[in-house]
Each structure stands twice: as structure tokens, then as C-alpha cells.
């Protein structure tokens, strides 16, 4: 099959849809599809998530940068949600057919043009970070633009991977590939909300629980439950099963149960192979076996 | 999406090559995709998989039954497997966004012309039957060839559908509907076979285990290990987490363990989107939140 990427770039626009309508219109183009787009005033920030082939998710990458540099000023922005500039972030996350190595390279052809083209720093971060600490993004963004436009000249910390050692008002942009992030949530049959934070305590990786998990507690307390949310941030290392195996038998030893579960936004086909493959140790199962997929190869040849 | 269908023709001749060359070749043209093609020398039989655009398919079908009723001699031939005609079974399977009232229409329409214009008789089966007794294929099919032949014609029960009252070399031909087929093996961690064959008895529907299952136990002595080998020919009654589930809890009251699970073939996207419901409680999934299924959509607008 052809490979496919994903790309979630967040910029710092969230009150005014005629930039973003801007920036999405930039970005789509025969190739791009565009899967969901959301604003949020309060952050005053935008997520836009795209796919498709590689090549032209980063030539839509770029364009959307490109027009965010050219729309917003980040000496007038102000938000809740931290921002180093008018592109915040792109995340390169290999779907299909494509090793997270390949999404590394591409994050840094698509930073190296953004340096060089816009005439932006650019920071390398995740996977594709050049220094160990800037795999964190919270770290390459202490301080926010207002710190980093006075720091990025004289402090080595501050040199960023490609582009100009100065910022202007469209600030500075971290480019970095990642694994998939899948968005999933467990509701107990329970309105004890403790009970949530505590098993959301220990099944997060910095609890001592499952590696690759975020975990909180909530209590949805229109639908008479509580609610252990997570995001699985590599579901290569602990997936959909494994996340519901362990909150079950968490739930099970305080006397409640698992009234459902539900997966916000989308997941890739590899994701629901593997829940086959570990709930019903499944052996020997590949998304070939799936009779669409069979038909999208012999369609795409 | 696009609706797609598959058929599974078989096709009296399993043991010269260059007649199912022939058949095949006449079936597979753009928009029908060929997914599996085996013969069986002592069943004297061939099985075709094809599966695409519903039009596509039931054309494919057609030309198929002409070809093989142009090579194949009932007179002559000879196997294990009961059969009646060169074409001896003609069933359209549902796979994504068609209904099986709209293969049950399907089959019929096929099923009149290959009585038209190939002047075969045709016999409607399973969900497309027009008696309830040839639902059943074993019934429709009872005394082969040689017995339908010399009844044809004054026997009312075997009237044809469509076509001649009378049969000529290519004999007649089941037309009809049905359900996916899963065929789904459960191992287990025991050599002694009776355990496989006494939890296949009563995980059959036939022994009042689950509806729409079809089990038989076998030992693979090879591997160490027994199986319980089912057909799941609904799975939308029972499906593959159902039937997992089953088998396992039977095992474990007789102190074995299940090793794994396999799923021979293919199978529908629909069918792994149902263990994740199954398996994680998983509330208000739908295979629209797959990346691929996304991609793809848009690539048919």
C-alpha cells in the first residue's frame, strides 16, 4: 500500500476563523485530506489534522506555516495555553507503510525549508530532536516567545536546529515526528470520583503504571459515572486492550466495573489489529487478512 | 463508501488447471478483484473468491457460469464432493455498505439471466431461497446431478426458479445469499483430542451451543496442541470474540488453557471493528473512525 502520515500542526489563532480559514485553505490541496480542524478561544489557539501521502502532507505542512507567518503577530497574541509561535508545533506521525525513522527525515526537511524559506527558527523536538532534552516540547517552549525572541541570540541552549538565531512576530516553530496518540477513556459504574483519580494515579507511566499512558480521573457526572482518561502516546508499547485490561482489574479490586469504554477521534487500522490479536490471542493476524484492504492494494496498483 | 460485495463460486473441475485458467480469466476484469482461487483433485472442485462493485461482481459471476458450462460435462465428471452443475454454486456475500436484501435482489437477477441466457436451470438458496426448504443447499442439492436430471422435469419439488425444466451437460446451478463466513480455529494446550471434540459438540448450534456456529475438534499433532476448528457463518449472531470467549471458559472447567486463536482467509473490516466493541465494551465505535476508512472515502468522493 501507499504510505500515509498524519500531521496535527497547532497555531496560535483561536478567536478569529477567517486566519484559520486561511491557513486550511493553504494546507488542502489533491493528496491532503483534511480531518478535523477545532479552535479553542480561550487557549486562542487552532489544531488542524491532516493526512495522505508524505510528500504533500509536508508541502502542506509548510504552506500552512507559511500563511500563519504571513497572518499572525505574536507580539499581540495572548492565550492560556503556552506558544512560542504563530505555527506552534508540527508533528509528523507515521500512519501506514512508514517508519517512524522516515518521519524523523521528513521533520527535518520540512524544518530545514521552514528555516531557510520563512526565515523562522526552528526547533527540532520528539523523535526528531538532535539533543535528548529537547525530545520534550515543554522544555524547547520554557519561557514562551517573549523569553526565547530576548534568549535565542546569545544562549547556546537557545540555538535553534535551522533558520535564524532571531525571532520575528511569527516567533519560532517546533517540527518533530511522534507515534500515534490515540485519545481513550474507561467509565466506571461509580459516582466516587476518588476512585477515578486513583486508578488513573497508578496506571500512568509516571505513576509507576503502564508505560506510555497519561492517565486522569473525572467524574461525568451527568451520566451517573466516573471516568479513568488516557492517552496512549506509543500504542505499540501499551494499546487499547492492554489499557482496559488493567483499569478493569483496578476497577474490579474496589467494586465497580466497567460500564464502556469509548476512543475519541480516529485511530489507525493497526490499532484494532492489535486489540484482535491480544484479546483473542490472535496469531499470525495481519490487516492484509481484512478484505477492504485487500481491495484498497489491488485499487492503488 | 462504495458498496462492495464478494462471491464464492465453485466450479466442478478440480483437477485440470487449464479449465479453471479459462474460468477465471472470464471473471476477473476492472472492478473485480480475485482473492483466492484453490482446486481440490479428489472433491473435483474449484473455489473462487472475487470480490468488488456489486454490478461488477454479479457480471463476473455470470460470464464465470458461461465459461464453465461451455467446459464442464457433468456426464463425465466424477468427485467426493455432491455437486449438480459445472457451476454448482453461485453465493453473493455482503461486505461493506449493501444490505442483504440488496444481495438476495442481487442473486435473483443473475440468477434469472444465467436461465435466460445460458438456458440453465437455477435454484435460489439460503437467504434468496424462495421455498424455506432450499434455504438449505444439502436439500436443494440431494442426489446429485443424475437424480435432479431424471426429476426435473415432473417432479413440482424440483422446479426450477429460473431456466428450462430439463438439464442439459452443465446440469443446474444454486444461485444465492449469505453471510460472511468466518472460518476461526481455537488451540489449546492439551494433546487429548476428545477435550476439542467434546467442547466443539457443545459449542455447535447443532449442539445447542451458539447460534450460527458450526465446530468440529481436531488434534494437531504436530504443534502438541488440539483445536476447536469453527465456521462462523453469521457473525453478526456470534462473532470471533463470542466464540472465544465460549471456548475458553469451556477449556478452563476442564483445565486447559487456550495458546491461541487463527483466522483462516479473510475477513470483514466490520468483523474486527466488532471485537473491539466486544472485548473493550467499546460504546459508539464506528469503522468511520479509522484513518484508512477516512482516507479511502475521500479518495471515492
Redesign the interface.
Known sequence: MNP?I?CVPNFSEGRRPEILDAIVQAMTFPGV?L?DREMDASHNRAVVTI??APDAVAEAAFRGAQTAARLIDLNTHRGEHPRMGATDVIPFIP??DITMGDCVALARRVGERIGRELDIPVYLYERAATRPERRDLAYVRRGEYETIRDEITANPDREPDFGPRRMGPAGAVAVGARPFLIAYNVNLDTTDVRIAKEIAKITREKGGGLPSVKALGFALHDQGVVQVSMNLTDFNVTG??AA?QHVKTEAEKRGVH??????V?????EA??Q??RQ???????SSS????????E?ANK
Open positions: 500515509i498524519e485530506m480531518l493526512a495522505g500512519i501506514r487499547m486492550f482496559f466497567v460500564v464502556g469504554s469509548e476512543l477521534g480516529l485511530v489507525p487500522l484494532l489489529a486489540i484482535a484479546a483473542l490471542k490472535l496469531q499470525g493476524f487478512q481484512i478484505i477492504e484492504v485487500k481491495l484498497a489491488a
